[in-house]
């Protein structure tokens, strides 16, 4: 038995590039529920910017292209979110499933259309994907011993997206916590009649908070299609965005706390694809099927209550209706 085997390099830069599209869309759910808004449309929104950033990069040759149409789908559905629950007070949790459901069907009935291919979009490559980019000095250190492999292998060679999602988890708890709109922000979520007492919109800060989620939601599906992947396949989010929620609850709504939970869950998906570190590290062999269903398994036993009681925003999935 070798349990430091689980530590193996090539399962912890994986760990990374799979808790990226989790950690983007954690911390959108975390905008939206902050401000009192439940989302659970953030599968579909993840999987409408996979879509729509694909087929935009597959045409065009250009990623960046790709980016901006999958920001823009997703925040088309969020503003669709934000309508449907704030503006017409709507059942937020309703909503989120139409949004899974219309972005399930939406992306491979237009994806069929555009290409014949199945419902799938056809390869990227070159310029039509996001490429790693070598950290400053990563060949000249990777042979320092332990400091250079793991500056070598985990940290350096990443896509764009992967480095922005990380460094969006300081950004994140800076404005949520130092900032006068993060304050607005946690305030409508806990007390709207407070807030709107205080002279500030409450509708126009959960709007703000929903198109928060949408930029972040089409960047973590842009780089599934884009950078993580090379190309639009049917459903190819695969429960990322119940798993990012789960994420956010075990988090109990903290953006480093997210973070951590994050990279928990992009580990359990990294070691699923190398069995053979599992077998090593325990002495026995796992059924893959098993391996593959652990982030899923977790997401159940968090939802379920099994980590702690999680309280989440007071004013959480109530439409504020104002007091005349």
Not at 97 to 103: G, H, S
Not at 185 to 198: F, H
Not at 255 to 282: C, K, M, N, V
Request: proline share 4%; with cysteine; net charge positive.
């Amino acid at each position: 038995m070798d349990i430091f085997a689980l530590l193996d390099l090539s399962v912890l830069d994986s760990t990374v590039r799979l808790a990226t599209p989790l950690l983007l869309a954690c911390l959108a759910g975390l905008f939206s529920e902050r401000a009192g808004i439940f989302d659970i449309g953030l599968e579909g929104k993840m999987l409408a910017a996979a879509f729509f950033s694909a087929a935009i990069a597959a045409t065009s040759g250009n990623v960046w292209y790709g980016l901006l149409a999958g920001i823009a789908s997703s925040l088309a559905l969020a503003g669709l979110h934000g309508l449907a629950s704030i503006t017409f007070r709507g059942n937020q949790l309703i909503s989120g499933v139409a949004i899974n459901f219309l972005a399930a069907g939406m992306t491979v009935l237009i994806a069929q259309n555009m290409f014949r291919q199945g419902g799938r979009t056809p390869s990227l490559i070159g310029e039509g994907r996001f490429e790693g980019i070598p950290l400053p000095f990563a060949e000249a250190l990777r042979d320092v011993p332990v400091i250079g492999p793991v500056y070598y292998e985990v940290i350096s060679g990443h896509s764009i997206l992967v480095y922005l999602a990380f460094a969006l988890v300081p950004l994140t708890w800076w404005v949520l916590y130092r900032t006068r709109f993060g304050l607005r922000l946690r305030a409508v979520g806990e007390n709207p009649a407070a807030v709107d007492t205080a002279g500030v919109s409450v509708i126009g800060l959960r709007f703000a908070a929903v198109a928060i989620c949408g930029v972040l939601c089409g960047i973590a599906g842009a780089y599934l299609a884009t950078g993580l992947q090379a190309g639009f396949v049917k459903d190819m989010t695969a429960g990322r965005g119940f798993i990012a929620l789960a994420a956010l609850i075990f988090a109990k709504w903290r953006p480093w706390h997210a973070l951590s939970a994050t990279l928990l869950f992009g580990y359990l998906q990294a070691i699923a694809l190398r069995p053979d570190i599992i077998e090593s590290a325990l002495g026995f062999k796992v059924q893959v099927q098993l391996l593959d269903a652990l982030p899923y398994i977790l997401t159940v036993v968090i939802l379920a209550g099994f980590v702690g009681k999680a309280i989440p925003p007071k004013a959480g999935g109530e439409p504020y209706v104002k007091e005349r």
